[in-house]
Nanobody
Framework: VQLQASGGGLVQPGGSLRLSCAASGSIFSIDDMGWYRQAPGKQRELVGNISSGGSTNYADSVKGRFTISRDNAKNTAYLQMNNLKPEDTAVYYC?????????????WGQGTQVTVSS
């Protein structure tokens, strides 16, 4: 199973970006999918996650600005980021709990850089 994250880049404060995380490989089903981020010199933190049924959970720092969605038919999760702030600058990683038909395992994407700067 592989997770491919994409959509990062450089954006000005107040701007928007949309990240995608596509899962591929031997997948029977996917449970929770999540987004994490890690800024330089800081620990990786949860941005938010989404269940297979579409229930979402967000960190307080992004509530009202970020929205997580998913397309189960495409095994893809999205992170819509609006009103971006310099403190949102980080490498963003996606995570998914994948059921192969026998066991659940957690997988990580390779990370995509988001830089918010004027």
């Amino acid at each position: 199973v592989q997770l491919q994250a994409s959509g990062g880049g450089l954006v000005q404060p107040g701007g928007s970006l949309r990240l995608s995380c596509a899962a591929s490989g031997s997948i029977f089903s996917i449970d929770d999918m999540g987004w994490y981020r890690q800024a330089p010199g800081k620990q990786r933190e949860l941005v938010g996650n989404i269940s297979s049924g579409g229930s979402t959970n967000y960190a307080d720092s992004v509530k009202g600005r970020f929205t997580i969605s998913r397309d189960n038919a495409k095994n893809t999760a999205y992170l819509q980021m609006n009103n971006l702030k310099p403190e949102d600058t980080a490498v963003y990683y996606c995570n998914a709990y994948v059921f192969s038909g026998k066991t659940y395992e957690a997988y990580w994407g390779q990370g995509t850089q988001v830089t918010v700067s004027s």
